[in-house]
Every structure is written in C-alpha cells, then in structure tokens.
C-alpha cells in the first residue's frame, strides 16, 4: 500500500464529559491518511482544544479508543502554553524536537 493510502492514526467511538455533566465529544470516529491536512472548525467551547489533546495524547480521561500506527506520533503546542521563562524561543522549539536532532547528530556521526 502507498503511503498515502496509510491510514495512520484511528480515533474510535471517543466521547469526554466535563463534570458533572458537560458532554463536549460524544462517539467520535476519526481516520487520518498519512500525508494528510487536516482542519478542526467549531463553535467556542465545542471541544475543539479536548480533540486535539486526545490526539496529542496529552488528555487521557475519556471513553473510546485511539490508535496510532507504529512509528508514528503527534506534536502539539498548547495554544496557551506553559513555558519556562528562562529559556529562549529556539531552546523551547529544541526541546520539542530533541528526538529529531538527537538522532541528525547520530547520522552526522556516523557519515
């Protein structure tokens, strides 16, 4: 299969309720093609932002299931993010990424 024929990420019959009561997903299914641009539009408090963070993986208090392919993961930024103040905007966006220049400076080493 080609890869942007890859499903890879699922999201699975998810839905999160706020307490007591405030149901903001409700049996949500979700498929993403590798390669593929995706737009979340909604109303002010329409769990938008919830989304998004139960497919960071950063929010792990809801039903359903989600899924990621094998050697696939998510960045996310908070839209209010808590940042250490004494560090610089490169040295945050570094840390982000460690992983990406950890392994650069391995194949750097190597060739």
Do not use: C
């Not at 998810?14 to 979700?30: A, D, E, F, G, R």
């Not at 498929?31 to 769990?47: R, V």
């Not at 497919?55 to 989600?66: L, M, S, T």
């Not at 996310?76 to 650069?104: A, F, I, S, W």
Request: a negative charge; aromatic letters at 10%.
């Amino acid at each position: 299969m080609s890869d942007d024929r890859k499903i890879i990420f699922s999201m699975v019959g998810v839905s999160k309720i706020y307490p007591p009561h405030k149901q903001v997903l409700k049996n949500i299914y979700l498929s993403f093609f590798y390669g593929a641009k995706i737009g979340i539009i909604g109303l002010n408090g329409s769990g938008k932002s919830t989304l998004l963070r139960i497919i960071a993986g950063v929010e792990k208090a809801y039903e359903g299931e989600v899924v990621f392919s094998p050697g696939y993961s998510i960045g996310y930024l908070e839209q209010e993010p808590r940042l250490d103040e004494n560090k610089t905007v490169k040295e945050t966006v570094m840390e982000g990424v460690q992983e990406v220049v950890d392994l650069l400076k391995e194949y750097e080493a190597v060739n």
